[in-house]
């Protein structure tokens, strides 16, 4: 069974940086391509940064320039630095991967979130 666990969240100031990370467990082949999303109380979820297999990144227009996503693949773990807060990033922030574990089954796997919030 794989599993999906993010942490690394909390308050910030505005102006600050957090890491979030993301580790895959379990029965855990290969993690394929990553995602960030992000969900705020009353907005839909929507897609922060994605990573490839190969290590290709694509941004949201509203943290690019401030966010990098990264990976570890000796850890099985992605990563999102997150700089420059601002009091909109306040959201949870979940981990979504395409993950091939050791009986060579591809599927798709959440997170449970962690909180992100920026505030003074």
């Known amino acids: 069974q794989v599993q999906l666990v993010e942490s690394g969240g909390g308050l910030v100031q505005p102006g600050g940086s957090l890491r979030l990370s993301c580790l895959a467990s379990g029965s855990v082949f290969s993690v394929q391509s990553v995602d960030w999303y992000r969900q705020a109380p009353g907005n839909q979820r929507e897609l922060v940064a994605h990573?490839?297999?190969?290590?290709?990144?694509n941004y949201a227009d509203s943290v690019n320039g401030r966010f990098i996503i990264s990976r570890d693949d000796s850890k099985n773990t992605v990563y999102l630095r997150m700089n420059n807060l601002k009091s909109e990033d306040t959201a949870v922030y979940y981990c979504?991967?395409?993950?091939?574990?050791?009986?060579?089954?591809?599927?798709?796997?959440w997170g449970q979130g962690t909180q992100v919030t920026v505030s003074s």
């Open positions: 990573i490839t297999r190969d290590g290709s990144t």
């Open positions: 979504h991967a395409h993950i091939v574990d050791s009986m060579w089954y591809e599927a798709d796997h």
